[in-house]
């Protein structure tokens, strides 16, 4: 197993067994790509979105806020183009019957078997150039990187031009070509490529037939821009404005794997920006900028990257991701699109409903252009996680080396911020003021009251769950009212008197500092 899967399998484990995310409906073995957030993950999840929440909604005078339902009347879906086209291809193996995307299935040929040999190369030579190593020059100048390069290059443009053509029957020739065999039973047996269209229905009570079908929603973004105009009369925002929504979305996914990185049920956090056409590449750039800087104010610089899109959804005229580095490689965190007016323009058309916007200073009436952003809530989750958590060796209470895992999560994220121990779980003395400490902060930010087990157990679990800070209650403190503030990450421990210990936390805690 590499360093990589190790990580992440521990991840997994981490979030289970400190109550972060759970499998769905695990008594019964589970239900695939579905997941239950626990104790803690509920609390890091809800302050994802208030951070996202507050940065977009409170911070801009000109963004506002909606929860729209996740069922929408179906012409929306036509009017959008999820019915005929939100399809991933799809391929079986007939032998061990697995479904794949086809896409997924090149993509992961060219970066095992093609891109990993370039790499290994790149790597073989930077320790052997040293400090004099110019990785572009060598990527244009070795035959044998030049030629993984290009094998790669050719591989990933004929299968973009086959989707971007549906010719299905072309992608099959490739995986055939490619003699791409089912990861499961190694079998190159397969069907041909079908599409297969990812969205959920359910069936309306009291209306029969194809009339009644509803889907679930795939994206939050089409519940903004049907009461486009609703929120922009009720709120008289002028334009530019933004509506941000949070909220489930739900898709059929072919492929679900990678934890909570691929869901079948999950959560967007989505912001529809409404510009003046010809505006839009201006806004699109602001808002490249604005989303990263989000990203950074809590993970590092290098872990993110910007990804253009070579292929373009039909509605776009631009459109990037923000990639993360999680252990499984860089993915896509968040999108950016330069929607056009695509989607104001379908419904209108379809509706029947004017969805115009009279702009005053210049004197007209049109369909505003839309710039969007979106992110996934479990994506983020993921994110925070992975950056988060590690091991690390710490002086123990003996002053020898031990191991301890910690979350290190920005402490405005942290699902607790504050604990609150006696010394001591045998002296009442002790655990009746680490009461009355614990039910006065509690008014102040998530506490957490524990008296089980040695002190230092109980700050190693604080450390497992990201718990910022540690009052610890001593017989001092029935002397002269003070306590020991443990910080997580340094280890210092303070003593402040307990009248100071609720602004101190505060501080450290709040979302501010993010914000700004
Ligand atoms: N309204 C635009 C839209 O939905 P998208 O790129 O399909 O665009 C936006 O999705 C974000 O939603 C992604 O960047 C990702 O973070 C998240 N997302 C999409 N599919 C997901 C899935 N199956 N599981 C978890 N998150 C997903």
């Given at each position: 197993m590499s360093q990589q899967e190790d990580s992440f399998k521990k991840l997994v484990s981490h979030c289970k067994e400190y109550g972060f995310v759970f499998q769905s409906s695990e008594v019964y073995d589970g239900l695939a790509a579905v997941y239950d957030y626990g104790p803690y993950g509920v609390e890091l999840k809800n302050n994802i979105k208030q951070y996202w929440w507050q940065s977009m909604v409170k911070m801009h005078e000109n963004i506002v806020g909606l929860d729209a339902a996740i069922f929408m009347h179906p012409k929306t879906w036509k009017a959008s183009g999820h019915i005929d086209a939100f399809n991933d291809p799809m391929i079986d193996n007939k032998s061990s019957n697995k479904r794949y995307r086809a896409d997924q299935l090149v993509e992961e040929y060219v970066e095992k078997k093609v891109m990993k040999k370039a790499k290994k190369e790149i790597e073989k030579a930077r320790k052997r150039f040293g400090d004099d190593f110019d990785e572009e020059q060598y990527k244009a100048t070795n035959p044998r990187v030049m030629g993984y390069l290009e094998k790669s290059k050719t591989i990933l443009t004929r299968l973009n031009t086959s989707l971007t053509n549906e010719d299905l029957e072309d992608v099959?020739?490739?995986?055939?070509?490619?003699?791409?065999?089912?990861?499961?039973?190694?079998?190159?047996?397969?069907?041909?490529?079908?599409?297969?269209?990812?969205?959920?229905?359910?069936?309306?009570?009291?209306?029969?037939?194809?009339?009644?079908?509803?889907?679930?929603?795939?994206?939050?973004?089409?519940?903004?821009?049907?009461?486009?105009?609703?929120?922009?009369?009720?709120?008289?925002?002028?334009?530019?404005?933004?509506?941000?929504?949070?909220?489930?979305?739900?898709?059929?996914?072919?492929?679900?794997?990678?934890?909570?990185?691929?869901?079948?049920?999950?959560?967007?956090?989505?912001?529809?920006?409404?510009?003046?056409?010809?505006?839009?590449?201006?806004?699109?750039?602001?808002?490249?900028?604005?989303?990263?800087?989000?990203?950074?104010?809590?993970?590092?610089?290098?872990?993110?990257?910007?990804?253009?899109?070579?292929?373009?959804?039909?509605?776009?005229?631009?459109?990037?991701?923000?990639?993360?580095?999680?252990?499984?490689?860089?993915?896509?965190?968040?999108?950016?699109?330069?929607?056009?007016?695509?989607?104001?323009?379908?419904?209108?058309?379809?509706?029947?409903?004017?969805?115009?916007?009279?702009?005053?200073?210049?004197?007209?009436?049109?369909?505003?252009y839309v710039v969007e952003t979106s992110i996934g809530c479990d994506r983020m989750f993921l994110a925070t996680m992975a950056n988060a958590l590690m091991d690390e060796v710490v002086p123990d209470a003996d002053g020898k080396d031990s191991t301890r895992t910690v979350l290190k999560v920005h402490p405005a994220l942290a699902p607790v911020k504050c604990a609150v121990l006696p010394l001591l779980k045998n002296k009442p003395e002790l655990t009746a003021k680490a009461r009355e400490v614990f039910n006065d902060l509690k008014f102040s930010f998530n506490c957490q009251y524990d008296e089980k087990d040695a002190i230092g157990r109980r700050y190693r679990r604080q450390d497992a769950i990201g718990t910022p800070y540690c009052v610890t209650i001593d017989f001092d403190t029935l002397e002269d009212n003070t306590v020991t503030l443990r910080d997580r990450d340094t280890l210092e421990q303070v003593r402040v008197s307990i009248g100071e210990v609720a602004a101190m936390v505060s501080e450290k805690v709040s979302m501010r500092t993010l914000l700004v």
């Open positions: 099959k020739a490739l995986i055939e070509e490619l003699e791409i065999a089912c990861p499961e039973s190694g079998s190159r047996d397969w069907t041909d490529v079908r599409q297969f269209n990812l969205m959920f229905n359910t069936q309306l009570g009291t209306i029969a037939g194809e009339a009644g079908k509803l889907y679930l929603r795939p994206e939050t973004a089409q519940g903004i821009f049907v009461n486009f105009l609703n929120v922009q009369k009720t709120t008289r925002q002028k334009i530019p404005f933004g509506i941000a929504q949070i909220g489930k979305a739900f898709r059929n996914e072919i492929v679900a794997r990678q934890f909570i990185f691929r869901m079948r049920e999950f959560e967007q956090m989505e912001m529809q920006f409404f510009v003046r056409p010809g505006e839009q590449q201006k806004w699109y750039a602001y808002w490249k900028e604005a989303r990263m800087k989000w990203h950074q104010a809590i993970h590092p610089a290098e872990k993110l990257q910007y990804h253009d899109h070579e292929k373009l959804a039909h509605y776009a005229d631009a459109a990037l991701d923000i990639e993360f580095e999680f252990p499984f490689g860089f993915r896509e965190l968040e999108g950016i699109h330069s929607r056009t007016d695509f989607d104001l323009s379908s419904h209108q058309e379809l509706s029947g409903r004017k969805l115009q916007y009279f702009d005053s200073e210049l004197g007209e009436s049109y369909v505003p």
